[in-house]
């Protein structure tokens, strides 16, 4: 009886053993299934995706930005290919400092900074920091990829490819650049970075046709090696073109390079601190030059005060003076209120409006002067004649209708309308019609004065003159778009005629020309600062067109506080006719005088 104990208990024993061992390898047996499920059902995408980017490496080819050309077809803005040179310190088989002493006065050919230092002690200084630059980034052996120095040229790029050190290698990529170096810079504006570090254009034409111009990016995959070797052909559309459309302008090249030169010898001549020369033909609203000064240039930007990057001639507001009263005349020209030769029977001495005095320029005064001469005289009193005979009421419409405050609705960034005069008073209603109490932008005033050149037809100012597809090469013309009809042609013709009175006996008449003639009207009107006058300083204009009866061109001159005189018709008219002498052998204008 006891054996049959015993041995029933060491067969209990044994089987519970038994139980322990199974329920052991059951749960290794769970845990093994577990993990298989684990890695190749939960974890499986992720060791895919490892495993792949062991053999996969993805790149983004971007396309060129489009092209910027003048309207004789030659480069304004164009694209240069330059390198980011960079450097893999874990595969680095030199010493950093060895490196970084091989390679710094060779990265110093393209550092600006210091090609453009002045004294040997700045350059050296500029040296010794770029060289422990160069050595900081060198030594960060857990760093895989790391930038050394961008915008390489390809003559520094050969030279440190010529010196095979293991572990530096080059990125190439394109910035912008300008054959015409800063020519149209306010038109064209440049190439910055966003907020995510991208290529967007800013101001003028980049910035007004940035998706036009942006070329765009394709992702692709490319199958490589053990040793990262490619080994397959890039997964992704190899024939697709990526650059974006180049634009051609309306300028002329020979057109702009002569409102810029002319512009900057009038600036020096008269002593002025800034000026714009502004070319539009009339029957198309075609830009066919655009200067600006003070200018910036376009490569270099960031060392340029930020003021300077937008045009003074869409975003600057002035009270433009006597040119404005060519506006107040049109009106009552067109409401049959006066005549060309229509008499002021209120031109006998100053306005007054209760505690405000007007009087006129000169503080001299012309009893029953007719408006053709108060025209040529830029009688104050005489358009103040006008206005009230007018109205309030139909005043303003006709300054909406010239597009006083209204956008240009160009393809420029920063084309917005602009504020026009709210308050309508006695005198408000008197300054306004002489040009002050008003604010408009230059190129609102070209476009108004060519809707006068145009026969009374406004059309809108263009400064593209195309896009060209980058795939198919298809040019595509900008098409003339007529904004309406502001006066009839038979007012245009009254007052051209009107016009051409005033550059033949007005102020300016002793800097006419003898060969050519046309249709002007002086400006000159004070700068406002707050608010009031500044007695010392003016702005200065002469806008006209020619041939009168067949206008090739709208041409505005505007100085801003000249120092030689503080007048208009010993400042920009001269100025004018003088641009307007090479102009008219540009255009093929025949004399007719």
Same mark, same amino acid.
């Given at each position: 009886?006891?054996?049959?104990?015993?041995?029933?208990?060491?067969?209990? #024993?044994?089987?519970?053993?038994?139980?322990?061992?199974?329920?052991?390898?059951?749960?290794?047996?769970?845990?093994?299934?577990?993990?298989?499920?684990?890695?190749?059902?939960?974890?499986?995408?992720?060791?895919?995706?490892?495993?792949?980017?062991?053999?996969?490496?993805?790149?983004?080819?971007?396309?060129?930005?489009?092209?910027?050309?003048?309207?004789?077809?030659?480069?304004?803005?164009?694209?240069?290919?330059?390198?980011?040179?960079?450097?893999?310190?874990?595969?680095?088989?030199?010493?950093?400092?060895?490196?970084?002493?091989?390679?710094?006065?060779?990265?110093?050919?393209?550092?600006?900074?210091?090609?453009?230092?002045?004294?040997?002690?700045?350059?050296?200084?500029?040296?010794?920091?770029?060289?422990?630059?160069?050595?900081?980034?060198?030594?960060?052996?857990?760093?895989?990829?790391?930038?050394?120095?961008?915008?390489?040229?390809?003559?520094?790029?050969?030279?440190?490819?010529?010196?095979?050190?293991?572990?530096?290698?080059?990125?190439?990529?394109?910035?912008?650049?300008?054959?015409?170096?800063?020519?149209?810079?306010?038109?064209?504006?440049?190439?910055?970075?966003?907020?995510?570090?991208?290529?967007?254009?800013?101001?003028?034409?980049?910035?007004?046709?940035?998706?036009?111009?942006?070329?765009?990016?394709?992702?692709?995959?490319?199958?490589?090696?053990?040793?990262? #070797? #490619?080994?397959?052909?890039?997964?992704?559309?190899?024939?697709?073109?990526?650059?974006?459309?180049?634009?051609?302008?309306?300028?002329?090249?020979?057109?702009?390079?002569?409102?810029?030169?002319?512009?900057?010898?009038?600036?020096?001549?008269?002593?002025? #601190?800034?000026?714009?020369?502004?070319?539009?033909?009339?029957?198309?609203?075609?830009?066919?030059?655009?200067?600006?000064?003070?200018?910036?240039?376009?490569?270099?930007?960031?060392?340029?005060?930020?003021?300077?990057?937008?045009?003074?001639?869409?975003?600057?507001?002035?009270?433009?003076?006597?040119?404005?009263?060519?506006?107040?005349?049109?009106?009552?020209?067109?409401?049959?209120?006066?005549?060309?030769?229509?008499?002021?029977?209120?031109?006998?001495? /100053?306005?007054?409006?209760?505690?405000?005095?007007?009087?006129?320029?000169?503080?001299?005064?012309? /009893?029953?002067?007719?408006?053709?001469?108060?025209?040529?005289?830029?009688?104050?009193?005489?358009?103040?004649?006008?206005?009230?005979?007018?109205?309030?009421?139909?005043?303003?419409?006709?300054?909406?209708?010239?597009?006083?405050?209204?956008?240009?609705?160009?393809?420029?960034?920063?084309?917005?309308?602009?504020?026009?005069?709210?308050?309508?008073? /006695?005198?408000?209603?008197?300054?306004?019609?002489?040009?002050?109490?008003?604010?408009?932008?230059?190129?609102?005033?070209?476009?108004?004065?060519?809707?006068?050149?145009?026969?009374?037809?406004?059309?809108?100012?263009?400064?593209?003159?195309?896009?060209?597809?980058?795939?198919?090469?298809?040019?595509?013309?900008?098409?003339?778009?007529?904004?309406?009809?502001?006066?009839?042609?038979?007012?245009?013709?009254?007052?051209?005629?009107?016009?051409?009175?005033?550059?033949?006996?007005?102020?300016?008449?002793?800097?006419?020309?003898?060969?050519?003639?046309?249709?002007?009207?002086?400006?000159?009107?004070?700068?406002?600062?707050?608010?009031?006058?500044?007695?010392?300083?003016?702005?200065?204009?002469?806008?006209?067109?020619?041939?009168?009866?067949?206008?090739?061109?709208?041409?505005?001159?505007?100085?801003?506080?000249?120092?030689?005189?503080?007048?208009?018709?010993?400042?920009?008219?001269?100025?004018?006719?003088?641009?307007?002498?090479?102009?008219?052998?540009?255009?093929?204008?025949?004399?007719?005088?």
């Amino acid at each position: 009886m006891l054996r049959n104990a015993d041995q029933t208990e060491a067969e209990q #024993q044994l089987n519970s053993r038994f139980q322990i061992f199974r329920l052991v390898v059951l749960i290794l047996f769970a845990v093994v299934i577990g993990r298989l499920f684990y890695w190749q059902i939960i974890q499986a995408s992720d060791l895919q995706a490892e495993a792949e980017a062991q053999y996969q490496r993805s790149s983004t080819k971007f396309g060129s930005r489009g092209l910027i050309l003048t309207a004789d077809n030659h480069l304004l803005v164009a694209n240069q290919q330059v390198y980011r040179v960079f450097a893999q310190p874990q595969t680095l088989d030199q010493d950093p400092v060895v490196i970084a002493k091989v390679l710094n006065p060779i990265l110093l050919k393209d550092f600006d900074q210091y090609q453009s230092a002045s004294s040997a002690a700045e350059k050296e200084q500029l040296a010794r920091t770029s060289e422990l630059s160069l050595v900081e980034k060198l030594s960060k052996k857990d760093s895989r990829w790391i930038s050394l120095a961008t915008t390489i040229s390809d003559s520094v790029k050969s030279e440190i490819s010529n010196l095979h050190l293991k572990g530096i290698g080059f990125d190439p990529y394109e910035i912008r650049s300008y054959p015409e170096a800063s020519m149209a810079a306010q038109l064209t504006g440049f190439v910055g970075k966003n907020e995510a570090g991208e290529d967007t254009g800013y101001f003028g034409i980049e910035g007004g046709l940035d998706q036009e111009l942006k070329g765009r990016q394709l992702k692709t995959t490319i199958l490589t090696d053990a040793f990262g #070797q #490619q080994l397959t052909a890039e997964k992704g559309s190899q024939r697709e073109n990526l650059n974006g459309r180049d634009v051609t302008l309306t300028i002329r090249r020979d057109l702009q390079y002569l409102a810029e030169k002319k512009l900057g010898e009038g600036i020096k001549k008269y002593g002025a #601190q800034a000026g714009e020369i502004i070319i539009l033909e009339p029957k198309t609203g075609k830009i066919l030059a655009l200067a600006t000064r003070p200018n910036y240039n376009q490569a270099n930007f960031y060392t340029f005060d930020a003021s300077l990057y937008q045009n003074p001639s869409l975003n600057s507001l002035y009270e433009p003076g006597s040119t404005f009263k060519l506006l107040t005349v049109a009106a009552g020209l067109e409401e049959k209120v006066i005549s060309p030769t229509t008499e002021c029977s209120t031109c006998s001495g /100053p306005r007054v409006f209760g505690q405000y005095v007007i009087r006129t320029w000169n503080d001299q005064y012309n /009893p029953n002067i007719s408006m053709t001469d108060a025209l040529a005289k830029s009688d104050n009193t005489a358009m103040i004649f006008v206005a009230e005979k007018l109205g309030a009421d139909r005043l303003k419409k006709y300054l909406h209708d010239f597009g006083v405050g209204e956008a240009l609705h160009i393809d420029l960034q920063g084309d917005v309308d602009t504020p026009f005069p709210q308050h309508w008073g /006695p005198v408000e209603l008197a300054t306004i019609s002489f040009g002050q109490g008003v604010s408009i932008s230059s190129l609102q005033l070209v476009r108004a004065v060519a809707t006068i050149a145009n026969k009374g037809v406004m059309m809108r100012p263009q400064i593209v003159d195309g896009v060209s597809d980058p795939a198919t090469g298809e040019f595509t013309p900008s098409e003339p778009i007529t904004e309406r009809t502001v006066i009839s042609p038979a007012t245009a013709d009254q007052l051209t005629d009107m016009m051409i009175e005033a550059a033949l006996h007005g102020e300016a008449q002793w800097t006419a020309s003898k060969t050519h003639q046309i249709a002007g009207k002086t400006g000159t009107s004070q700068v406002a600062e707050a608010g009031g006058y500044n007695q010392d300083k003016t702005i200065v204009s002469f806008v006209g067109f020619a041939p009168p009866q067949d206008p090739k061109f709208v041409m505005l001159v505007k100085l801003i506080a000249p120092t030689s005189s503080i007048w208009a018709a010993e400042t920009a008219a001269p100025l004018w006719y003088s641009a307007a002498d090479e102009l008219y052998l540009a255009l093929n204008i025949p004399p007719d005088r």
